[in-house]
């Protein structure tokens, strides 16, 4: 019987996780610098060393970005609380996707597209261990203006990358938000649908 479970185990552990995705530890979720120290050292930089982030900070990373910090609520808040952002994140093995219930990160593709995560006159992007891409699922937003979606999609990637904005501050971790890219260049390669865009996108990394 005890066999039988095990055997059942990892056949749904198999199902659930393809070879490829990374099963991130559980986050830290408390201590820190406190809030105030946080917000003071909170500023953006533009020179990263290649060192990787460990699965661990990449899981707390996350979760402060995105993360649930209730059952079905997260560490930021979202106009009429659809959740609408994915959080995508690109390293030099490929690009995954946070599936923030299961704190799996699922592997979309094997291609290092840090670099189309930027522009060419930012070079740190293309070799900064992780480039965050917020993506919105406009669908998911409805009875609003195409005007009104934008704006309110917007500032919910705002409260998620200032949450990234702190952690980093805490962490001694460098960051900075962008707006400048190529919106279509980056979501073909992303592979996202007609109801996906992409609004900002994000770099993390140790100083250099
Ligand atoms: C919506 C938005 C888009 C931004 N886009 C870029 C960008 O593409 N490239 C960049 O280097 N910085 C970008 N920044 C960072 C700002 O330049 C930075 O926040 C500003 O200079 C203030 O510096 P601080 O964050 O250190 O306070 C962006 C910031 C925001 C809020």
């Given at each position: 019987?005890?066999?039988?479970?095990?055997?059942?185990?990892?056949?749904?552990?198999?199902?659930?996780?393809?070879?490829?995705?990374?099963?991130?530890?559980?986050?830290?979720?408390?201590?820190?610098?406190?809030?105030?120290?946080?917000?003071?050292?909170?500023?953006?930089?533009r020179?990263?060393?290649?060192?990787?982030?460990?699965?661990?900070?990449?899981?707390?990373?996350?979760?402060?970005?995105?993360?649930?910090?209730?059952?079905?609520?997260?560490?930021?808040?979202?106009?009429?609380?659809?959740?609408?952002?994915?959080?995508?994140?690109s390293?030099?093995?490929?690009?995954?996707?946070?599936?923030?219930?299961?704190?799996?990160?699922?592997?979309?593709?094997?291609?290092?597209?840090r670099s189309t995560t930027g522009v060419i006159q930012q070079l740190f992007v293309k070799?900064a261990?992780?480039n965050?891409?917020?993506?919105?699922?406009?669908?998911?937003?409805?009875?609003?203006?195409?005007?009104?979606?934008?704006?309110?999609?917007?500032?919910?990637?705002?409260?998620?990358?200032?949450?990234?904005?702190?952690?980093?501050?805490?962490?001694?971790?460098?960051?900075v938000?962008r707006a400048m890219f190529d919106?279509?260049?980056l979501?073909?390669?992303?592979?996202?649908?007609?109801?996906?865009?992409?609004?900002?996108t994000?770099t993390?990394?140790?100083?250099?």
């Open positions: 019987m005890k066999r039988l479970g095990l055997i059942l185990f990892t056949i749904i552990i198999t199902t659930i996780l393809s070879a490829q995705d990374i099963q991130l530890p559980k986050p830290t979720r408390t201590g820190g610098m406190p809030l105030m120290e946080a917000l003071d050292a909170r500023k953006s930089d020179a990263f060393s290649d060192k990787e982030l460990s699965d661990q900070t990449l899981s707390d990373l996350l979760w402060a970005a995105w993360g649930f910090n209730r059952e079905d609520k997260r560490t930021a808040p979202s106009s009429r609380n659809r959740q609408e952002i994915d959080v995508y994140v390293l030099q093995k490929g690009l995954y996707l946070y599936d923030a219930k299961n704190n799996v990160l699922k592997q979309i593709s094997k291609e290092d597209i070799n261990p992780v965050l891409i917020y993506v919105s699922n406009k669908n998911k937003i409805t009875g609003k203006s195409e005007e009104d979606l934008i704006a309110a999609t917007y500032a919910n990637t705002g409260f998620i990358s200032q949450n990234v904005y702190l952690f980093c501050a805490s962490e001694g971790l460098n960051t938000v919106k279509e260049k979501a073909k390669k992303m592979n996202l649908g007609k109801d996906q865009i992409v609004t900002l994000q993390v990394g140790y100083p250099k």
